[in-house]
């Protein structure tokens, strides 16, 4: 594994991934081989969301890319029987141009499939169409019974695709990790910003390949990346 611009005041490159200095602790969370955190004397913690940006050569204006489309149409497409998306962190960008894996998502899913958003901003509700079978939760993700309950209500107990997207640390990327406790046999999870936020970079490369068949899609180029991983149960 090639590892070079180690620097703890800075993500380094690892195996031709972006990487942070964190500890590896044991964990039995379902999927994890260890549970991430920084070190109590990291200038960094666990709950900090964005630590540094992409150099400028590799930074990218655009939130959702072309690459991250495609990956998520990609991975979308390759389900089978789809019946239930969860997804932390909704946005339905203003500009007609402009992508998120909210719109991508609505966009392919027909209407029998169950769309449940969680997002704690106020205008979270405004997404709802519930003609579409698109519904959401105005909530913080770590409210995992609300959540789960709603989806109850709504008629599913298991998550086929799991969309993580919300708030990008530590602390936060493990607890919506958790909700794979209730992925389908042979579901997927998606994590974007899996090249420069902490929590999904961390995350990712803790993710058990035993069960999980991972790749991350969009590296070194100017996207902020995504990451899947296939359930292999
Ligand atoms: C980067 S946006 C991503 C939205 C969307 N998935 C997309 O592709 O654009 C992150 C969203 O997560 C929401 N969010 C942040 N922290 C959250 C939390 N703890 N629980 C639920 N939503 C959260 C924010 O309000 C924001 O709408």
């Not at 590896?24 to 964005?50: Q, V």
């Not at 769309?115 to 939760?137: A, F, P, Q, W």
């Not at 409210?143 to 799991?162: A, C, F, H, P, Q």
């Not at 993710?207 to 990346?225: L, N, R, V």
């Amino acid at each position: 594994m090639e590892r070079m611009e180690r620097n703890t005041t800075r993500p380094y490159r690892y195996g031709g991934n972006w990487m942070y200095d964190v500890l590896k602790m044991d964990t039995d969370i379902f999927g994890l081989k260890w549970r991430t955190t920084f070190s109590e004397d990291s200038e960094y913690d666990d709950d900090m969301d964005c630590i540094h940006l992409p150099p400028e050569e590799e930074a990218s204006g655009v939130h959702f890319t072309e690459c991250n489309v495609k990956v998520l149409k990609d991975t979308y497409n390759l389900c089978s029987d789809v019946k239930t998306i969860l997804e932390i962190g909704i946005l339905k960008p203003v500009n007609e141009n402009d992508m998120s894996t909210t719109k991508v998502l609505h966009s392919l899913k027909s209407n029998d499939v169950l769309y449940l958003g969680v997002d704690k901003r106020s205008t979270t509700m405004k997404s709802e169409n519930h003609r579409m079978n698109i519904y959401c939760v105005q909530t913080c993700s770590s409210n995992k019974e609300i959540v789960l309950r709603r989806m109850k209500e709504l008629g599913s107990e298991t998550i086929d695709v799991l969309i993580i997207d919300g708030w990008h640390s530590v602390k936060m990327t493990v607890n919506d990790w958790e909700y794979v406790n209730h992925l389908s046999p042979g579901g997927m999870v998606v994590i974007h910003d899996t090249n420069w936020h902490p929590g999904p970079i961390t995350v990712f490369d803790a993710i058990d390949e035993t069960m999980f068949k991972k790749k991350k899609y969009c590296k070194g180029k100017a996207d902020w990346g995504i990451g899947v991983a296939h359930a292999k149960f």
